[in-house]
C-alpha cells in the first residue's frame, strides 16, 4: 500500500494530499535556506505562533456573516494578516526598544499563541463552533481535504518559489555579508522584510497539512540538513528543496497508507530521519567521515614520528607506532629498520628540517601555519621557494 501511495495510485484524496505536501515541502525547504543562514530560524515560529488568532477571528467574522466559517482561503487570509502584525510587532521590538531579538520573539510568539487559545476556547462554546476543527491547524490535518484546498496549498507554494527565484540574489547578498549589501545601496530592512514575508507565506499555507507548531521544523530541518553535503549557496538552496519535497513525499505517502498515522508530525519524522542519516553519512561533514579522517590523521602522525625516530637512531616506544610500521613494511618487531623503511625516514627527516627553516623564515609564515606534521611542503610552497630552503639546510648531500 505504501509504494501505491507513493506513486499516487492510492485515491484522488490521497493524490491530493500528496501533491500539495510535496509543493509545500518545496517551498519550505527553499525559503527556509535563507532563514538558517541568515541565523534568524526562531523568528519562523514566532510567525507560525501569530498565526492562530488571525484563524479563530477568521472564522467568527465569517460565521457572523453568515458564510462557511470553514472555509480554507478565509481561515487562511486571516491567519495571514494575524502573521503580518505578528512580524511587524516583531520588528518593530527589535529596532524601537531595547529587546533582543530572542526576546522580541519569545514575546510576539507567547502573547499571540495565548490570545488565539482564547479565541478557539471561545469558539468551541458558540453553536457554529463546535464542530469548527480550528485545533487541527495546530498540528495540521488533511482529512478531508478537497481539491480547492490542494490547489490553493499548491498554488501557494508555487509563488513562494517563484518569489525566492526572483529575490534569491539579493537575499543571498543579505545572508552572508549584511554590511557588504549595505554598501552596494541595497536595503537591508526591505530585503529581510521580503524574507520574511516569504516565510510567513510558507507558514500560511503549510498551516493546514503540518499545522503551525511544527512548520518551523519543515522551514528549518532540510536546510540544516542540505548544509552536510555542499558548502555552495545555490547547491544548497536546491538541496534543501529537495530534501524538503522529498520529505513531504514520504511522510504524506505514509499517512496515506496508514490513515490513522497524522501527515504533518510524519513529515517532520521523515525529514528528521533525512537529517540524522545526514548527520552520520555526509561525505565531507558527518560523523563518520570525520571519524575516519582522524583516525587517518591519527595512523599517519604515529607513522611519521616513527619515521623521524628511525632516521634519528632512537628507538621506538610506543608499541601502535611499531604495530603500524610493521604493517607498513617500514620496520622489523625489533624496531630496526628496513631498506624502505630507512629511505622513507630520511626524507621523513629531510621534510621536517624544510619545516622548521620555513617556521621560522617571515615570508613563509602563512605557509608554515599549515604545518601538522603530515602536510607536504611541496603543497603550499613553490619549487622556487622550496629549493631557496633546501639551500639553506646545512647537509652533506641532498635527500630526494
Same mark, same amino acid.
Given at each position: 500500500?505504501?509504494?501505491?501511495?507513493?506513486?499516487?495510485?492510492?485515491?484522488?484524496?490521497?493524490?491530493?494530499?500528496?501533491?500539495?505536501?510535496?509543493?509545500?515541502?518545496?517551498?519550505?525547504?527553499?525559503?527556509?535556506?535563507?532563514?538558517?543562514?541568515?541565523?534568524?530560524?526562531?523568528?519562523?515560529?514566532?510567525?507560525?505562533?501569530?498565526?492562530?488568532? +488571525?484563524?479563530?477571528?477568521?472564522?467568527?467574522?465569517?460565521?457572523?456573516?453568515?458564510?462557511?466559517?470553514?472555509?480554507? /482561503?478565509?481561515?487562511?487570509? +486571516?491567519?495571514?494578516?494575524?502573521?503580518?502584525?505578528?512580524?511587524?510587532? &516583531?520588528?518593530?521590538?527589535?529596532?524601537?526598544?531595547?529587546? %533582543?531579538?530572542?526576546?522580541?520573539?519569545?514575546?510576539?510568539?507567547?502573547?499571540?499563541?495565548?490570545?488565539?487559545?482564547?479565541?478557539?476556547?471561545?469558539?468551541?462554546?458558540?453553536?457554529?463552533?463546535?464542530?469548527?476543527?480550528?485545533?487541527?491547524?495546530?498540528?495540521?490535518?488533511?482529512?478531508?481535504?478537497?481539491?480547492?484546498?490542494?490547489?490553493?496549498?499548491?498554488?501557494?507554494?508555487?509563488?513562494?518559489?517563484?518569489?525566492?527565484?526572483?529575490?534569491?540574489? /539579493?537575499?543571498?547578498?543579505?545572508?552572508?555579508?549584511?554590511?557588504?549589501?549595505?554598501?552596494?545601496?541595497?536595503?537591508? %530592512?526591505?530585503?529581510?522584510?521580503?524574507?520574511?514575508?516569504?516565510?510567513?507565506?510558507?507558514?500560511?499555507?503549510?498551516?493546514?497539512?503540518?499545522?503551525?507548531?511544527?512548520?518551523?521544523?519543515?522551514?528549518?530541518?532540510?536546510?540544516?540538513?542540505?548544509?552536510?553535503?555542499?558548502?555552495?549557496?545555490?547547491? &544548497?538552496?536546491?538541496?534543501?528543496?529537495?530534501?524538503?519535497?522529498?520529505?513531504?513525499?514520504?511522510?504524506? *505517502?505514509?499517512?496515506?497508507?496508514?490513515?490513522?498515522?497524522?501527515?504533518?508530525?510524519?513529515?517532520?519524522?521523515?525529514?528528521?530521519?533525512?537529517?540524522?542519516?545526514?548527520?552520520? &553519512?555526509? /561525505?565531507?561533514?558527518?560523523?563518520?567521515?570525520?571519524? &575516519?579522517?582522524?583516525?587517518?590523521?591519527?595512523?599517519?602522525?604515529?607513522?611519521?614520528?616513527?619515521?623521524?625516530?628511525?632516521?634519528?637512531?632512537?628507538?621506538?616506544?610506543?608499541?601502535?607506532?611499531?604495530?603500524?610500521?610493521?604493517?607498513?613494511?617500514? *620496520?622489523?618487531?625489533?624496531?630496526?629498520?628496513?631498506?624502505?623503511?630507512?629511505?622513507?625516514?630520511?626524507?621523513?627527516?629531510?621534510?621536517?628540517?624544510?619545516?622548521?627553516?620555513?617556521?621560522?623564515?617571515?615570508?613563509?609564515?602563512?605557509?608554515?601555519?599549515?604545518?601538522?606534521?603530515?602536510?607536504?611542503?611541496?603543497?603550499?610552497?613553490?619549487?622556487?621557494?622550496?629549493?631557496?630552503?633546501? +639551500?639553506?639546510?646545512?647537509?652533506?648531500?641532498?635527500?630526494?
Amino acid at each position: 500500500m505504501f509504494w501505491q501511495a507513493l506513486t499516487f495510485q492510492l485515491g484522488y484524496n490521497a493524490t491530493l494530499v500528496t501533491i500539495g505536501a510535496v509543493l509545500l515541502g518545496l517551498a519550505a525547504g527553499i525559503t527556509g535556506t535563507f532563514l538558517f543562514l541568515r541565523k534568524r530560524a526562531l523568528v519562523s515560529d514566532a510567525i507560525a505562533h501569530a498565526t492562530l488568532p +488571525g484563524v479563530g477571528l477568521a472564522f467568527i467574522l465569517m460565521t457572523a456573516l453568515g458564510l462557511d466559517g470553514r472555509w480554507l /482561503p478565509g481561515l487562511l487570509m +486571516g491567519s495571514a494578516i494575524s502573521a503580518f502584525l505578528g512580524l511587524l510587532a &516583531l520588528q518593530w521590538m527589535v529596532t524601537r526598544t531595547r529587546l %533582543s531579538e530572542d526576546a522580541a520573539i519569545g514575546a510576539v510568539l507567547s502573547v499571540f499563541f495565548a490570545f488565539g487559545i482564547v479565541l478557539l476556547t471561545v469558539i468551541q462554546s458558540i453553536p457554529a463552533g463546535g464542530q469548527a476543527g480550528l485545533e487541527g491547524f495546530l498540528l495540521g490535518s488533511t482529512a478531508g481535504m478537497i481539491f480547492a484546498d490542494a490547489a490553493l496549498i499548491a498554488a501557494g507554494g508555487a509563488v513562494v518559489v517563484a518569489l525566492v527565484l526572483v529575490f534569491r540574489r /539579493p537575499m543571498m547578498l543579505l545572508s552572508f555579508d549584511p554590511n557588504y549589501a549595505a554598501a552596494q545601496g541595497m536595503r537591508i %530592512s526591505g530585503i529581510d522584510l521580503m524574507m520574511m514575508v516569504l516565510v510567513l507565506g510558507v507558514t500560511v499555507v503549510g498551516l493546514k497539512v503540518v499545522g503551525l507548531i511544527m512548520i518551523v521544523a519543515l522551514l528549518i530541518i532540510p536546510a540544516v540538513t542540505a548544509r552536510f553535503w555542499s558548502d555552495r549557496a545555490e547547491v &544548497l538552496v536546491l538541496t534543501a528543496g529537495v530534501l524538503g519535497a522529498l520529505a513531504a513525499w514520504i511522510g504524506a *505517502a505514509i499517512s496515506a497508507s496508514a490513515p490513522d498515522l497524522p501527515t504533518g508530525p510524519l513529515i517532520v519524522l521523515v525529514s528528521f530521519a533525512m537529517f540524522a542519516a545526514s548527520l552520520l &553519512l555526509a /561525505p565531507a561533514r558527518g560523523l563518520l567521515s570525520r571519524a &575516519l579522517r582522524h583516525r587517518r590523521f591519527q595512523r599517519g602522525v604515529h607513522i611519521r614520528q616513527g619515521l623521524l625516530s628511525l632516521a634519528q637512531g632512537q628507538p621506538i616506544y610506543e608499541p601502535l607506532t611499531l604495530r603500524l610500521l610493521q604493517a607498513e613494511g617500514l *620496520a622489523r618487531a625489533d624496531g630496526v629498520a628496513t631498506d624502505t623503511g630507512k629511505a622513507r625516514a630520511a626524507r621523513a627527516h629531510w621534510d621536517e628540517k624544510r619545516w622548521e627553516i620555513a617556521r621560522a623564515t617571515p615570508e613563509f609564515e602563512l605557509a608554515a601555519a599549515r604545518y601538522d606534521g603530515l602536510t607536504r611542503l611541496e603543497e603550499v610552497l613553490t619549487p622556487d621557494q622550496i629549493a631557496e630552503i633546501d +639551500g639553506r639546510i646545512a647537509a652533506p648531500e641532498m635527500v630526494t
